[in-house]
């Protein structure tokens, strides 16, 4: 049984990640985040980088591309076929909305897909090793392929003696062609250096797949200079946010009221890409692109994780003891602050370090020592059993996977302590949706998409107050944490209602039971509170982009096709 000193002291970590959380605190914050997003794409070259993206997708590109989606955790490969529509087709829908449930992606087909995770041991090895094992997975892919179309009517019209690749890599980097990259620092745990040509290093990983086969005593028939499985070309390569927008850019036929603003991507890291005009940016930037003087708007990869993007939450006093010990111990501290507090990669660390902590202060207690290590809770454990077990089933995975020392006299894992670790969880949830929340909503009011009024933030100061009075005690229950109030009553009079769609993909976003909805409602709440007037016929949806990063890569593939 936990004292009551334990339980106060448990409160009072939950309240640290949870009493900023109010509409005036967040509108406040979103402010502050749309400034320091307008000023980082003036003065930075880290952050707000060009893509050589400047077009979107018609909906009409057409083909069959391999494509692969390299990202923190898991490596994807596979084909993807682009249908295409037909000149004129989509007409008679053109004034239905993006968050209807049909299948968007209808007209792409998937097929020889693939998934491997992405072993530490990968992360950590020189970078020709790392692209090495992409090369053969993606050998892997293509053989399958090779073998199943053997035999099959138009095989030869796809496959051939080359394929066109399109590549999302979830990291930054530096681009002047769409077919071309340069890496730049990664984060996530990976130890590659900087400067490298990330095509070149793909196409030497899987150019062995390619030797030519010889004739032989024992293989008469094989002809000469037959590649033993078809090159490949890079096509596109692209950020997995950029790739997550163009996804949906393409499956969701633009109405006149609704349109792709942003991608998302809230994963083991997260990133947001937004479409930007090119006098908002550095100047220097704008010599990345071909052909700057004909372009007006660019698809910039915001880099918002990366060090300078959480000036407001410094500024604000935002960030908890636990999450300037998860920084300094981090792989690369001070590098993405804002993503160490809303991450997959990092949610359950901040857990298990908000849990130990409370736990340690309490007289003669023995904490198991699996529970001391680093990264000992993952965010899918607290997202596939915490989150959505009953009490009993979560007690007895905990003293699976945690127990107790075997001198320890006393139970650990008691019905107060599994309750604590589920309380704990819940808050650090609910910050790192509301914190992407207002990061969303202060990116669209950077590029114009919303606006926020200054004076909306103090005049919800008196309204917050009383509504968080009503939740004055955060520990009480996991249903006592904040919660967005309900928006204001919309008039009965008919208008236009002008949709802004997000486009997201990541395990966190799609997985964690309550942060989808989270995240919308408190988007919901800071659009129509930031500006009531202004933004009256405006409504902000996130849309899942399911499989953004192969779909995209393919997609900007297609529109190279299109564009050559």
Known sequence: MASDNNEHDAAQAIEAFTSFINTSTLLDLAHRF??????????????????????????????????????????????????????????????????????????????????????????????????????????????????????????????????????????PMAQTLLSEATLLPMGKGFAITSDLNLGKMLLAGYARHCEVVQPTAATPGSKQNKSSLPRIRVAAITNDTVATFASLAYAVKAAPNSRVAMGLIVGTGTNATVPMKLDRLHAVKKSALPNPDAVETVVINTEWTIRGTDKPLVDLDIRTPWDLTLDANSDAPGFQPFEYMTSGRYLGEIVRLVFTDVVSREKGVDIPPALQAKNAIPTRFLSEVVARKGGRIIQQELESRYPEPRTSTDPFWTVDRVEMIRDIAEAVQQRSSALVATACVGLLNCVGDIELDKSAAAQQNHSNNEHNHTNSNPHASSSSTPTPPPPPPKPNTKRTIEELVIAYAGGTISQYPKWLPTCQKWIDVLVQQGSPVKNESKQVTLKEAKDGGIIGAAVLAGMMGVIA
Not at 56 to 69: N, V
Not at 105 to 124: G, Q, V
Not at 150 to 159: C, D, N
């Open 34 to 171: 749309s400034a320091t997003y307008s000023h980082l794409a003036k003065t930075s070259t880290e952050h707000f980088l060009v893509t050589p993206v400047t077009a979107l997708p018609t909906g009409k590109e057409k083909g069959k591309f391999l494509s692969i989606d390299v990202g923190g955790t898991n490596l994807r490969v596979g084909f993807v076929e682009l249908i295409g529509e037909s000149d004129g087709a989509g007409e008679s829908d053109r004034g239905r909305s993006s968050t209807v449930g049909e299948n968007v992606f209808a007209r792409i087909n998937r097929s020889h897909d693939r998934n491997w995770p992405i072993e530490d041991h990968l992360k950590m090895d020189q970078a020709e090793d790392l692209f090495a094992w992409i090369g053969d997975c993606i050998a892997e892919v293509v053989r399958d392929a090779v073998e199943k179309e053997k035999g099959t009517e138009g095989a030869e019209s796809f496959l051939g003696e080359e394929l066109l690749l399109g590549i999302t890599f979830s990291f």
